[in-house]
């Protein structure tokens, strides 16, 4: 696989579900990124990940949990969401202190009942 | 506050040019990306200017003039392709990091 690849693709959950999403970027990128897309909203940074240390948290609420257990792998932790959580998260990656170029995943469309 | 202004909505005719523009409010200021977005697809990166000035990618330009805190996305010879959703960045600084900074993204219809 190449670039940046994203799962679930679709996940509906109730609001005391706990799942966790995945991203692995196949680009040699040192940075990782997380963040929220809704309808109508710009895209919302929520984590950040620079050599496999996290350097942003967004005033994210704690239902939201980030890992990154290696360069190449990011992960989102969920639980007790709300319904307003739902939207589309998309992971990134770039290298680090080139920002401005991020590949994006498709993203996990996320429905919280 | 860091804020960002583009347009919700731009219909143009297959062939033809349309310019989208994007105003920022920022602090640390660092440049401006652009983005292209199908509906359903991943935001892919079309464009970066760091400098005031135009930079030309094939049929795509961008431009940028930091001291009116304006830019631009020019699209020639338009495709029904690039029926797409647009979005500005600014790569600015906060604390000790950079970040994208996203707009709202602008709609672009091109119709036969």
């Known amino acids: 696989e190449t670039g940046v690849t994203q799962t679930p693709r679709h996940l509906v959950m109730g609001m005391t579900n706990k799942k966790s999403l995945k991203c692995e970027q196949h680009l040699g990128h040192n940075a990782m990124y997380w963040y929220k897309q809704s309808a109508k909203k710009p895209l919302e940074l929520m984590f950040v990940y620079s050599l496999e240390e996290r350097v942003e948290n967004n005033s994210v609420p704690s239902r939201f949990s980030p890992e990154c257990p290696n360069s190449s792998h990011l992960f989102l932790h969920l639980h007790t969401l709300q319904p307003e959580d739902s939207a589309l998260y998309l992971c990134?990656?770039?290298?680090?202190?080139?920002?401005?170029?991020?590949?994006f995943g498709p993203g996990t469309r996320l429905l919280v009942l | 506050g860091q804020s960002l202004e583009q347009p919700s909505e731009v219909t143009a005719v297959e062939g033809a040019i349309v310019q989208i523009n994007c105003t920022y409010q920022?602090?640390?200021?660092?440049?401006l990306s652009w983005y292209q977005q199908h509906d359903g697809g991943a935001p892919t990166f079309l464009s970066y200017n760091a400098l005031d000035g135009l930079e030309e990618t094939g049929r795509f330009s961008s431009f940028l003039s930091r001291s009116d805190s304006y830019g631009y996305l020019l699209l020639q010879e338009l495709q029904m392709k690039d029926s797409a959703s647009y979005f500005c960045a600014v790569r600015a600084r906060e604390d000790s990091s950079y970040k994208l900074i996203f707009g709202s993204g602008t709609r672009l219809l091109v119709r036969p």
């Open positions: 920022t602090s640390g200021f660092y440049g």
């Open positions: 990134a990656s770039s290298q680090d202190g080139r920002e401005e170029t991020q590949y």
